[in-house]
C-alpha cells in the first residue's frame, strides 16, 4: 500500500546520504555467527551487533545524523529530546560532537545505567513522570524556554535513515539474506532496515519483532491504523513507545509481517546470547532471536539477518538473577 500523502518516503540516497555523513562518528559493527544457534534453528543466522555500537545502541546512527544535519543556527541554540535511553544518550553524544548543549528529558523509571550513561555524555537530564505524555509537555518545555531543535527519538526522517544505515552495512557484507528480524518499538529503525532491504533485494522478507506485553505495533498492523501503546511493564524498555504516523505508513508499505514474542522468551533469548554469542545484549535487542525460542526452526533453510539493536543493561538486576 502506498505511503499516505502527507509522508514523504524514506530513500536508499538518504540512507547513503546519512552513511556518509555519520560515517566518521560511529562503528561499522560486526556481524556475528554461531554453528551451535544455527544447528539449533536449522537456519544460517547473522547478528548484526548494534550493542558494539557507540554509546551501545544503533541509537547512535540516527542522532548523529540528525545533529550533523542541523544548519549552524539550528545546532547554536543546543538539541532537546525525549527518551527512555538509548536515544538520550546518543543525542546527548551526538551535540558534544557538534560541540552544543543537549537537554534530555527522560522518565523517572528510566535504567539507572542509561541516566547515568546521559550525563556521563555531557547531556542535561530532567526526570519526568514515565507517560509520554509528561515527557512530550517536558520537552515542548525546554524548547519554548531555550530554542532549542527537537530531535524525536524515530519520528525524524533524519534519524531514520542513520538507523537504516545498519542495513546498508548489514547487506553490505550479508547480501543473499532471504529475511531480516528486526525490534520495533517506535518504528524508526524498522523504517531504516525495511528501506533498505526493499531497495537492495526485494524479495527480501521483512519481519519485526516486538514484546507480546507491547504489542502496539502488531495490532497496528493488522488494522491499518496507529494504536497507541497503553501502559506496559515489558522487559524490553527501550520498545515501549508508539508507532507515529510516519513510521506507520513506511512499515504497512514495507515490512512483511510483525511477530510478537513472551517475556520469558525475551529474556532465554537474552541469556543465549550471551552464552553463545559472548555479547552483552539488552531485552529490546534480544527480542530479534527470541522468536526461535518457542519455534526454533521456524526459518529452517533460511539466511536471517538478526539486528541485535542494543547492549544497555544494569548489571545489578540481570532478569535470570532476580529473585
Known sequence: MPVTDHVAPLTLEMVREAHARIRPYVNHTPVLTS??????????????????????AFKARGATNAVLALSDDEAARGVVTHSSGNHAAALARAAGIRGVPAHIVMPSNAPRVKIEAVRRYGGQVTLCEPTLEAREA???????????????????????????????????????????LCPVGGGGLLSGVATVARALSPAIRVVGIEPAEADDAARS????????????????????????????????????????????????????????????????????????????RWLAGSRVGLIVSGGNIDLDALPWSIA
Open 35 to 56: 554453528e551451535t544457534l544455527d544447528a539449533r534453528s536449522g537456519a544460517s543466522l547473522f547478528f548484526k551487533c548494534e550493542n558494539f555500537q557507540n554509546v551501545g
Open 221 to 296: 498492523f493488522r488494522a491499518g491504523r496507529v494504536i497507541p501503546l497503553g501502559p506496559t511493564t515489558t522487559i524490553a524498555d527501550g520498545l515501549r513507545t508508539s508507532l507515529s504516523e510516519r513510521t506507520f505508513a513506511h512499515i504497512r508499505r514495507l515490512v512483511d509481517d510483525i511477530r510478537t514474542v513472551g517475556e520469558d522468551a525475551i529474556v532465554h533469548a537474552m541469556r543465549t546470547q550471551w552464552e553463545v554469542l559472548k555479547i552483552v545484549v539488552e531485552p529490546s535487542g534480544a527480542v530479534s532471536y527470541a522468536p526461535f525460542v518457542d519455534d526454533p
Open 138 to 180: 517536558a520537552a515542548a518545555g525546554i524548547v519554548a524556554e531555550t530554542g532549542a531543535a527537537f530531535v524525536h527519538p524515530y519520528d525524524d526522517p533524519r534519524v531514520m535513515a542513520g538507523q537504516g544505515t545498519a542495513a546498508l552495512e548489514l547487506l553490505g557484507e550479508v547480501p543473499d539474506l532471504d529475511v531480516i
